[in-house]
């Protein structure tokens, strides 16, 4: 691979005429000058998975450079929701423990809401707004994960939304700053027909759904406005991904 940082030699260029491409000072893109490196023996494993913001090629080609000593498994998929993301790591941890060697797991939850199965978790009649309902099923979820992976060193966080079960930063914490200022207690983006399922039900789900969007909208545009992230909403450069890793291989859980 690289024997530089990928932003070194790639996000540079970004900002100039090449932004969205991945080719380096001379214009070749990534992989093309990459070097062979010798062998690595790998005894360990690094095990992600999250939605997009895992499943990304700034993300995987981040670790593959700089982490070369780990077997990297990254179950990641495009729009997952967080029921799938937790039924994944419950079937890959069984296999998983069968290797008998150190495994560290990186867990991104993705926004609350993308499966209904998401809203089996909590009562809605014991909430007033979405956000406070969203929070408190993503809390249960969490506790879930942290079972899950808790004899192993782990990281558990989220993508884009707030995290409010522990003190660890999210992807979108290391994308750059801007002058808006980042809302608290989002758990989901205006984007996926969340909010329309719920105000169909609104005999159920009995929530103040102007305040709950506005919220969300909010979310929504500080992302929009941040210089790391495309019009897809996700991140678009390798920086964001290598200060996210060294700072979770800096903060790992250990038993």
Known sequence: MYNDKLSNIFDIVHQGEYRNQSVD???????????????SKKKKIFYAIGDSWLDSKYFNRVFLNDYPDYFFINRSLIAASNTIILNLLKEDIEMLKLLKIDIVFLVAFSEVGRSVVDFNACNPKNYSSTHDYLGAILKEQYEIAK??????????????????????QSIL??????KLQKPQDVFTVYSNGIFKYLKDRNKIFK????????????????????NDID??????CYK????????????????
């Not at 914490?173 to 801007?178: M, P």
């Not at 929530?207 to 941040?226: G, I």
């Not at 964001?240 to 038993?255: I, R």
């Open 173 to 178: 914490d290391f994308c750059s700053k801007n």
């Open 147 to 168: 079972t899950i992976v808790g004899e192993y060193p782990n990281y558990i966080t989220t993508a884009f939304i707030s995290n409010n079960f522990n003190n660890n």
């Open 207 to 226: 929530f103040d759904f102007v305040n709950d969007l506005d919220k969300s909208l909010e979310l929504k545009k500080f992302m929009e406005f941040n």
């Open 240 to 255: 964001v991904y290598e200060d996210f890793l060294e700072h979770v291989f800096s903060n790992l859980n250990v038993k």
């Open 25 to 39: 000072r001379l214009g070749y893109p990534w992989g093309f000058n990459a070097k062979n490196k010798p062998n």
């Open 231 to 236: 019009n897809t909403l996700h991140p678009d």
